[in-house]
Every structure is written in C-alpha cells, then in structure tokens.
C-alpha cells in the first residue's frame, strides 16, 4: 500500500481546518486555487493572507470579551502580537490595523519597533512587552526605549539578575516590569536554566527582597 501526505495529514491534524478544503482533489485555500499559485510560482511556497491576521485577532478578541463578561472580570485585555512570529513589514502593518500591542522576544525586534514609530505606525504609549532572554545588546535596546519615553515598555524578568541592569540604567525613571514563572518540571543540571524564567517558589522572596524595596516602579 502506498501512503499520500495527505494520509499523513489526516492523521495528524483536524484537517481540513478553517479555510481549507479539497475540490476534485485540488487544495483551496479561502478560495484560492493552491494548484494555480504552485505552478506560477513554484515550491516550496509561503503565503501570508493578510484578511485571516486581522480576523484571527478579532476571534481572539471576542473570546475574551466573552470569558470576561462570564466571570465578571474587571481588568483589561490587550492583545499583543510577537513580532518574532514574523517581522514582514505587510504582515505587522496588517497585525497594527487591529488597535494590538506588541511583544518582542530579542534584539533584532528593537528596531522594528522604532521604525514602525518612525512611520507613524504606532504611538510611544504602545505596550512593549519585552520577553526572552535578555543579553547585553537586548538589554540596551529595551533600556534606549524606555529613556526615549516609550512609557509602556514592560521587560519581563527573566531570572532575578537581569533586575539589576534596569536599575543601574535607568535611576531617575519609573519603569513597569513582569515576570516569567518557570515551568514546574523537575530541577536537573540539563533543564533548569536561567533562560526559563523564575522558579514559582523563589518569587515571593525576590519580591519581598528586591522589588519591594526598590523606588523605580510606576
């Protein structure tokens, strides 16, 4: 017997998903003619369809509209696109048109942020989240934001030390900060590293120990 991909497909995915289906054996996706786009453009293929950014934000949008409203939540959801998941400027532009913010995962995101700004394309008040491990160049880039009034840079700690780089940067500025809770796996030598965030247990502590006592919070 001979096995298709799309016998592999089948059993590995939910297929056909939203917005895809098979006619006459010719994939389609919202419509389009795979097989036409293949034979003009060749393989491999990526597509960005641009419409099915913008609707998968508002989806994410309206279920949590909707999960708030059961349990009477009081807070507010801001819905931040990571721009590692693709840096295309005609990708991002589209992300942008849905009133999001933005989240950056290294130094190589910094400069997109400015020059969106540069653009018009965002306003200095956007949330920042800054996520990942954070060497010296990243570290900077955030630390440049920040002292550039970008007033809702938010870096998430990643261990306990990276604290102390904000600190000795920026003296005069109230800044924002988060934290990253590590997984609760089992600690070992292979695993637990620095780039997994703070173990659940050491936060309470550093909290107590460092943040509180620390005047640089907003």
Not at 38 to 54: C, D, F, H, N, R
Not at 63 to 88: L, N, P, R, W
Not at 200 to 214: P, R
Request: aromatic share 12%; hydrophobic share 35%; proline share 3%.
């Amino acid at each position: 017997m001979r096995n298709s991909y799309i016998d592999l497909i089948r059993q590995s995915y939910d297929f056909p998903q939203e917005g895809f289906e098979v006619i006459d054996n010719v994939l389609h996706f919202n419509g389009i003619n795979m097989m036409d786009i293949i034979e003009q453009y060749g393989t491999p293929l990526k597509i960005s369809y641009l419409p099915k950014i913008s609707s998968q934000i508002q989806k994410a949008k309206r279920i949590f509209k909707v999960a708030m409203a059961k349990v009477d939540y009081k807070g507010t959801y801001q819905y931040c696109y990571c721009t590692k998941s693709s840096h295309f400027s005609f990708v991002l532009e589209e992300a942008i048109k849905n009133e999001i913010h933005l989240e950056t995962s290294s130094a190589f995101d910094i400069p997109i942020i400015r020059a969106l700004h540069q653009q018009q394309k965002i306003n200095k008040d956007i949330f920042i989240l800054s996520n990942g491990y954070k060497r010296e160049n990243y570290i900077k880039g955030i630390v440049d934001l920040i002292k550039d009034d970008f007033s809702n840079v938010i870096p998430v700690l990643d261990n306990t030390d990276e604290l102390t780089h904000y600190e000795k940067a920026l003296p005069d500025k109230k800044i924002k900060i988060g934290i990253r809770i590590a997984a609760e796996e089992e600690p070992n030598a292979e695993f637990y590293t620095s780039r997994l965030g703070i173990r659940s247990k050491e936060i309470l502590e550093f909290y107590k120990n460092t943040i509180k006592k620390m005047q640089m919070w907003s």
